[in-house]
């Protein structure tokens, strides 16, 4: 794993724990507290979308998405646990599946690799 890739799974556990730890202070965590949570987890992997694409693109404009960032943040312990879900989303989901990738070439490459020579020569023998 890359070191980006560490930092922004951190960041994101953090601002995810951040978000918990502000959920904690408040004293009522309802069913309408959990609903709100898992909706705002489109908008924030909407942004995180349109971040990447801007600092790709324009990094100077990432300097606004920071400061929009930083207002949900202020606003809502929601926000706080939505984008901490999807950074750490963002970064676990490819990793995972390089993991798997990893975990079954491993597998094939235990097995012997049979040519198209012996395929033919066995359904030959077969009939």
Known sequence: MQWAAVV??????LWFL?????FA?????????ALRCLL???PAAL???VFDY???????????LLVIAAALHSASP????????????????PAIKEW?????????????ATTALEESGRSEEGK
């Open 8 to 13: 922004a799974t951190t960041l994101g556990v």
């Open 18 to 22: 951040l978000g918990v730890w502000r």
């Open 78 to 93: 929601v926000w706080d646990v939505a984008l901490g879900a999807v950074l750490v989303a963002a970064v676990a989901g």
């Open 54 to 64: 801007v600092l790709h693109h324009a990094p100077l404009v990432t300097i606004m």
């Open 25 to 33: 202070m408040r004293t009522h965590f309802g069913g309408y507290d």
């Open 100 to 112: 798997r990738e990893e975990k079954s070439g491993a597998k094939a490459q235990d097995q012997p």
């Open 40 to 42: 705002a987890l489109v």
């Open 47 to 49: 942004l995180l979308l």
